[in-house]
């Protein structure tokens, strides 16, 4: 099992950027992809991004070029940063573990998550 800790929301103006950590911690050798997700108030949870242990990485496109993923191995950190923040991305962010063949975008097949941390954009 991996625990996840997410880490570095706040408030923040249409425009800026905010960078979040996800400390991972147990049988972080199992995991196959790290991704990020979100949720906000009367939402789904909606995948942002995915990044697999070969270093594959894949953006939702609401988000490509905007944000960037990043994994510090030595820490067991992933990192999202997110740039040029709009209203819609305020939400939830949540951080999802999953061992195994294939990395993907669907909330279900992740078996372990995040408390999440709060991103609130504001205008």
């Known amino acids: 099992q991996v625990q996840l800790v997410e880490s570095g929301g706040g408030s923040v103006q249409a425009g800026g950027s905010l960078r979040l950590s996800c400390a991972a911690s147990?049988?972080?050798?199992?995991?196959?992809?790290l991704a990020w997700f979100r949720q906000s108030v009367g939402k789904e949870r909606e995948w942002v991004s995915y990044?697999?242990?070969?270093?594959?990485?894949r953006y939702a496109d609401s988000v490509k070029g905007r944000f960037t993923v990043s994994r510090d191995n030595a820490e067991n950190t992933l990192y999202l940063q997110m740039n040029s923040l709009k209203l819609d991305d305020t939400a939830m962010y949540y951080c999802?573990?999953?061992?195994?063949?294939?990395?993907?975008?669907?909330?279900?097949?992740?078996?372990?998550w995040g408390q999440g941390t709060q991103v609130t954009v504001s205008s």
């Open positions: 999802a573990a999953k061992g195994g063949w294939p990395c993907t975008g669907s909330a279900d097949l992740y078996t372990d």
């Open positions: 147990g049988t972080t050798s199992s995991v196959y992809c």
């Open positions: 990044d697999r242990f070969d270093g594959t990485v």
